[in-house]
């Protein structure tokens, strides 16, 4: 899965301008996905920093139709209204643009985006290296397609690396849809519409570590495992790709 | 906000680690949970819960309304939770809002399953009245009277209780009317259907501090958490939602054994929630 | 719309000059300073008092009294149809003055200068006359938070429907368009501290409107001492003493 993500992240070209149908699902023993992936296989990721030139950081991700794009400014004064506080700031805004989802402005329940990346990404940044000052955090969906809110995280932890903002690990997120029997990384849309329940995850690879974790759905606690097994597998595979992305975009030449 | 001394915070933490905490509990132990039921004569269903302090009313309200055209044989469960500033004075104006919103999203998570409706602690398919025309929506609101930490796990335990009280009234659908047209609905005042509440989950927040985790932590012991998961748990002892709160990071085995002792915890709670509802009913039905 | 029957009943059974059924309770909400419950027949209202306490505002502090805040809000379900209103719409924001109002008349907020007393008041059941209830929960959660005051304010609301005056109106009542005069006094001082009418009343009639609601302000006035009363012989007792 990784050398396929992989290879699409090295020679990425802008997907083709193809009609999408809207795909049948059926919920048989034998599933075939909307865009033909296999059931364990993640949509090709495309990672790009630097996307936005007045931020202090940013990051465009494209995983499959669901584009993002975040950037990062700060760390800068906080409000005077806030109190003295030993430890930064941080602060993470989630909005949609009015073309992001086939009905125009009808966007997904954003209210609570917000906050589940900001409780994703806080365990993750160490605030106490910019006391007194405040990060924020612009996540911008440009187009919803799917296991939105794992593409914001993982975006946003990029963008939050490209302003240089001290990070324990870099912040990867995965989500798994299960319809009958099945698991489903990575879903898209059109199969997030038919879950029976999902699980997602956003943990720090190199550490290990689960940062925000949901469940909905009824689950059996083997299936949780197997879910969960499933879910850190392609963080960390995506944390590999979300590091190499940083590394080609600081060895490439300064303008 | 709570404001302690280095020296109660050690006295939590430590208390914590040999399995006695402030009020005498052990790690994995309750507070007395008292519940009581119809105290909304307005709402279709209504019930107050006390956990230690912490005080919170749920009421359930049913309308009639038109499925959503994606699921025409399934009703609509919404959930709305208000944090009240006689809680906590923070929360005035717009000051509870962002807790509201987590509350409320959180037991959506926890009550209503997968998208589909499938693992839902209420039965979706029997709140549907005519197919893709009328249905049921069922409007929940919490309201937090009084807190004293432990929030989450009182709500659900509330919205469990309200929808046993709940009682929907029957509804007659005239049969002559043409298919294309919304059809006409009779609402029986006298009949009243009763809910199956027996796959309501209910929700067991495990609030880790230092190296150890507890349930029902009060304020003070919220104020030490590095991180806490909440499990909704059904009679099943199948997991029906989880989300995890608070900043610090957590080892994968380790939210695995928090699950396992959240599923050992939850028997209890169900029974006792379960035996307490049913006398608060009794006691209802003796005033009534 | 008949709201008086030839028998003298009201719709829900009251004769014209009769109150609902009160209910009060002290103490309801265990982190607040100072609360109670108070029902009138099936309004019921929750207030808690915090304070008084360091100003939270700065450049509202000011150095020879105290500073008395309200808010009112409403719970979702509190209606009989279920709103989704947001916070601080006009009605609630206009009625937190009104209660602050009433309630900063009686507290003697010179003995507390540089701090702040917030009242906090929640309609879980609104059935008419919720200003009133929530003054009256108000008083009562004061009076439990041992703020110095220099009377209890009660508050009662009477009408004038098929040429009669009614005391305490219900929803129904209430929502009929006519005449709603809502009276606040302190009934030790025999003051009037509040007075509010929607709609026209005749000068002569409204003396007596007036009359009988203030008749009703007293009788609130009995109740609350009686609990108020009752909430020290416990306290006394739990003391031992």
């Known amino acids: 899965m990784a050398g396929k993500l992989g290879a699409a992240a090295a020679t990425y070209s802008p997907s083709t301008g193809q009609r999408r149908k809207r795909p049948t699902i059926q919920t048989g023993s034998e599933l075939a996905r909307p865009d033909g992936r296999g059931l364990h296989q993640c949509r090709p990721a495309f990672l790009k920093t630097g996307a936005v030139n007045s931020a202090s950081g940013s990051a465009y991700a494209e995983f499959g139709n669901t584009k993002v794009i975040v950037s990062v400014f700060g760390p800068r004064e906080s409000k005077k209204a806030m109190m003295y506080s030993n430890a930064g700031r941080l602060n993470c805004n989630v909005s949609y643009t009015t073309f992001a989802s086939p009905v125009r402005g009808q966007t997904p329940e954003t209210k609570d985006l917000s906050s589940m990346l900001h409780k994703a990404l806080e365990g993750a940044i160490i605030l106490k290296s910019f006391p007194k000052t405040t990060v924020d955090v612009f996540a911008l969906v440009l187009e919803s397609g799917g296991s939105d809110l794992p593409v914001i995280t993982s975006c946003a932890s990029l963008a939050l690396a490209d302003a240089g903002i001290m990070l324990y690990d870099i912040v990867a997120s995965v989500s798994v849809s299960c319809i009958g029997k099945n698991l489903l990384i990575d879903p898209v849309s059109e199969e997030e519409v038919h879950q029976d329940g999902a699980l997602m995850i956003t943990c720090m690879p190199s550490r290990n570590e689960v940062t925000q974790m949901t469940v909905t759905g009824e689950w059996s606690t083997t299936k949780i495992n197997e879910a969960m097994q499933l879910c850190l597998d392609a963080c960390s595979k995506l944390g590999k790709i979300m590091r190499s992305c940083l590394k080609e975009a600081a060895s490439a030449p300064q303008d | 906000m709570v404001g302690l001394s280095l020296g109660e915070q050690t006295f939590i933490k430590g208390g914590i680690d040999q399995d006695l905490r402030t009020d005498g509990r052990k790690r994995l132990t309750y507070r007395p949970i008292f519940v009581e039921t119809g105290i909304i004569p307005q709402a279709s269903g209504s019930a107050r819960v006390k956990l230690g302090a912490t005080d919170v009313i749920a009421s359930v309200k049913a309308e009639l309304g038109k499925p959503n055209p994606s699921y025409p044989d399934k009703g609509k469960v919404s959930i709305y939770v208000d944090c009240s500033p006689t809680a906590e004075p923070s929360f005035e104006g717009r000051g509870g809002e962002e807790l509201s919103t987590e509350l409320s999203s959180a037991l959506e998570r926890c009550l209503l399953g997968g998208k589909s409706g499938a693992g839902a602690g209420i039965d979706l398919s029997s709140l549907c009245i005519v197919r893709g025309k009328v249905c049921w929506d069922l409007y929940i609101d919490g309201l937090v009277v009084s807190s004293d930490g432990n929030v989450l796990d009182a709500l659900g335990a509330a919205i469990k209780a309200a929808l046993s009280d709940t009682a929907i009234p029957k509804v007659q659908v005239s049969a002559n009317a043409p298919s294309d047209e919304q059809p006409e609905v009779d609402v029986s005042d006298e009949e009243f259907l009763q809910f199956d509440t027996s796959g309501v989950p209910v929700i067991v927040t495990l609030t880790k501090v230092g190296g150890h985790y507890i349930v029902d932590a009060t304020t003070e012991e919220e104020s030490q958490m590095s991180s806490a998961v909440s499990v909704s748990i059904n009679r099943l002892g199948r997991i029906c939602g989880l989300t995890k709160r608070g900043g610090a990071g957590l080892h994968p085995t380790v939210i695995l054994d928090m699950i396992s002792a959240a599923k050992h915890v939850s028997e209890q709670l169900m029974n006792k929630l379960d035996s307490e509802i049913a006398a608060a009913e009794a006691c209802d039905e003796m005033e009534s | ?241």
């Open chain 3, 1 to 241: 719309m008949e709201f008086v029957n030839p028998e003298g009943l009201r719709l829900d059974g009251r004769r014209p000059m009769e109150m609902r059924q009160l209910r009060a309770e002290i103490g309801v909400v265990s982190k607040a300073d100072g609360s109670a419950v108070f029902e009138m027949g099936n309004t019921k209202v929750i207030a808690a008092v915090y304070g008084p306490r360091e100003v939270q505002n700065r450049s509202q502090q000011s150095n020879d009294q105290a500073l008395v805040r309200c808010e009112y809000s409403m719970a979702n379900f509190s209606t009989g149809d279920r709103m989704r209103k947001p916070k601080g719409d006009r009605r609630s924001t206009e009625i937190s003055m009104v209660i602050r109002q009433t309630m900063e008349a009686c507290i003697l907020t010179h003995l507390m200068p540089r701090s702040q007393i917030d009242i906090f008041v929640q309609v879980l059941q609104a059935d008419g006359g919720t200003r009133s209830a929530c003054i009256n929960a108000a008083t009562l959660a004061l009076a439990d938070a041992g703020i110095p005051m220099t009377d209890i304010v009660t508050s009662c609301s009477a009408g004038f429907l098929n040429g009669t005056p009614l005391l305490d109106l219900n929803y129904v009542e209430d929502s009929a368009g006519g005449p709603d005069v809502t009276v606040g006094i302190l009934p030790k001082l025999d003051k009037v501290t509040l007075l509010q009418m929607d709609s026209k009343l005749q000068m002569e009639t409204f003396e007596t409107v007036m009359q009988l609601a203030t008749e009703g302000c007293k009788a609130v006035a009995s109740y609350i001492r009686e609990v108020l009363l009752e909430n020290t012989k416990q306290l006394e007792s739990r003391r031992g003493v």
